[in-house]
């Protein structure tokens, strides 16, 4: 909305003067690398540049002030835009806390999904019984807090599908989720069952890559790149909260897009 008093401003970067001390307070932190550009702050904030108090107010929220308040603006229900196929990145771009020479791939047939907290039924999940269960397909948009994003194709069972089959408590809190590379992360319920939220095993049209999460990693269109993690190991449904990786650095919890 514009204000009478204060015209639209340009977008420039006078905008980054305008919010020096907290954007300096987020590099100290490490929360930002570097130096920030227009665009970073523009994908950071996911806001209009040229309203400072939204600027402000959104920075505020990398640094976790504002986690309760993107919860409470958060629709369950709304999908984020899908593309079409031919936009899909291939293959996808990677990225995790250490280079892709690191990864160490996990092996599909050893490997199971272990089960703990407010759930029924607790025996581990293995590969075969995913891929029998039906799956949805979705292409949608990647976006790293670092400032970068592409179209990927991403399919796989719907997290809320899988949550309800094994009896967990849908009323919990949180669903948190640990990594074969030793990355917990944390979602909240309301994002588990959102209906674009899958257990991806496969990435345009194939099984997932060894870089990119095989045999399983999570797909939200609702969080940002981190707040999907690969090479899932376990599940956890729980009322106790416990930061994620980066959460442990300083980002927002809630970090949606
Ligand atoms: N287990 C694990 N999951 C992870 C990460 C990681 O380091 N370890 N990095 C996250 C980050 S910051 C991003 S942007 C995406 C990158 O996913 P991609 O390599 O499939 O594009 O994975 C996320 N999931
Ligand atoms: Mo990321």
């Known amino acids: ?18 919010h020096r001390p907290i954007i300096r307070s987020l590099q100290r932190r490490g929360l930002i690398r570097g130096g920030l550009s227009l665009g ?32 409470q603006l958060f629709n369950p229900n709304k999908l984020a835009p899908t593309y079409p196929a031919s936009m899909v990145l291939k293959p ?17 047939d050893t490997w199971k999904l272990e089960l703990a907290g407010l759930i029924d039924d607790k025996t ?42 094994i009896g967990a408590d849908t009323r919990a809190k949180y669903v948190n ?40 990693r999570l797909r939200t269109s609702t969080k940002l790149g981190f707040k999907n993690p690969k090479w899932i190991t376990a599940i956890e449904v729980t009322n106790t909260y416990t930061p994620g990786y980066w959460e442990k650095a300083g980002f927002g919890w809630f970090s949606g897009i």
Not at 1 to 18: C, E, I, N, W
Not at 141 to 157: A, P
């Open 177 to 216: 989720f640990q990594s074969a590379d030793d990355y917990p992360s944390s979602l909240d319920m309301a994002t588990a069952l959102h209906p674009q939220t899958i257990l991806a095993t496969s990435y345009a049209g194939e099984p997932l890559a060894a870089p990119f999460g095989f045999p399983m």
């Open 92 to 108: 996808p771009r990677f990225n995790a806390y250490y280079d892709i020479m690191d990864v160490k791939p996990v092996d599909g």
């Open 40 to 71: 970073a702050l523009t994908m950071l904030t996911g806001c209009d540049v040229s309203r400072p108090a939204a600027v402000e107010a959104a920075l505020r929220g990398i640094s976790t002030f504002n986690d309760w308040f993107q919860q």
């Open 124 to 165: 581990p999940w293995k590969l075969p019984q995913f891929a029998a269960l039906p799956q949805q397909d979705e292409v949608i948009r990647h976006i790293c807090i670092e400032g970068w994003d592409y179209i990927g194709q991403w399919s796989g069972v719907p997290l809320r599908d899988f949550l309800r089959r």
């Open 1 to 18: 909305m514009k204000s009478l008093f204060r015209p639209a401003q340009p977008t420039s970067p006078a905008v980054l003067d305008d």
